[in-house]
């Protein structure tokens, strides 16, 4: 969509583009196309929260945290200071005041020295390539209000794949809430090779959160749902799944070594 965002606060939707093209050698996590692969991957680190999100952020290897002042009601004053405690040094800001750099190095050295070789390479590679949830078919695209998002299948089946591009299983919870569009209760079933469920829906919705090891390679799951359909613009609408979110686990030390191993 055009315009992304609008105004936040005094920034505007390509703000953060002012210092990519102000630079010739550094590379910025902005410019990530939406609905594209990294793009998720960001958006869904940012939403936890900020000492493990500074933590993946180091472990997959950034450098510095820039932030633009306008883009808070109070000016950066909140997140500056939790940034200082984090990271344990005071941030770089540009003459007029505007732009603060953190510079990250520090932290992570500091990180490393928590984990043997063989586990910081294992927790960067998980933390750059996350097993993902890709939708297929029977699903409408995302939508969402500013407080959650939700997906609706337009059917009474639909699938979602599991993608583990890493040579190992990882563990992972999926999470959600299921919703029917009838009056009457309904069963939604989960099936394929990392989930067999039936679960009992309505309009008010039932939560839903299962841990389980993501094989290497795809995954499918398949979502049949009983309820009777409501007439929609396009198509009639059958469930949703509200919330949904599929958090990849911290390895163990044990998968740590594990992977390290020839």
């Known amino acids: 969509h055009f315009p992304e965002a609008g105004i936040v606060n005094g920034?505007?939707?390509?703000?953060?583009?002012?210092?990519?093209?102000?630079?010739?050698?550094?590379?910025?996590s902005h410019g990530a196309v939406k609905g594209r692969f990294g793009s998720d991957v960001l958006s869904h680190l940012c939403e936890a929260p900020i000492d493990q999100t500074l933590e993946r952020f180091a472990v997959m290897g950034y450098q510095g945290i820039?932030?633009?002042?306008?883009?808070?009601?109070?000016?950066?004053?909140?997140?500056?200071?939790?940034?200082?405690?984090?990271?344990g040094v005071r941030p770089v800001v540009s003459a007029e005041g505007r732009d603060v750099f953190f510079d990250v190095r520090p932290y992570t050295e500091r990180l490393k020295g928590r984990y043997t070789d063989g586990q910081w390479?294992?927790?960067?590679?998980?933390?750059?390539?996350?097993?993902?949830?890709?939708?297929?078919?029977?699903f409408q695209g995302e939508v969402a209000d500013g407080k959650t998002h939700w997906r609706q299948s337009y059917g009474a089946e639909a699938e979602a794949t599991i993608i583990n591009s890493l040579q190992e299983s990882r563990p992972v919870t999926?999470?959600?809430?299921?919703?029917?569009?009838s009056a009457a209760p309904a069963h939604l079933t989960l099936g394929g090779p990392l989930l067999e469920e039936t679960l009992r829906i309505d309009q008010a919705g039932v939560e839903f959160s299962r841990t389980f090891?993501?094989?290497?390679?795809?995954?499918?799951?398949h979502f049949a749902c009983d309820a009777a359909p409501l007439a929609g613009p396009q198509h009639a609408l059958v469930f949703a799944l509200i919330g949904y979110d599929l958090v990849n686990e911290t390895p163990t030390d044990q998968q740590s070594a594990s992977a390290a191993s020839p």
């Open 213 to 221: 090891l993501a094989p290497p390679g795809e995954s499918a799951i």
């Open 11 to 28: 920034m505007s939707d390509y703000d953060h583009l002012r210092m990519y093209v102000n630079s010739h050698s550094l590379r910025w």
């Open 174 to 181: 999926l999470h959600f809430r299921a919703v029917d569009y």
């Open 66 to 87: 820039h932030i633009d002042r306008r883009g808070y009601a109070d000016k950066g004053q909140a997140i500056e200071s939790r940034l200082s405690d984090l990271l």
């Open 121 to 138: 390479t294992t927790r960067r590679e998980w933390s750059l390539s996350p097993v993902r949830m890709d939708w297929r078919s029977g």
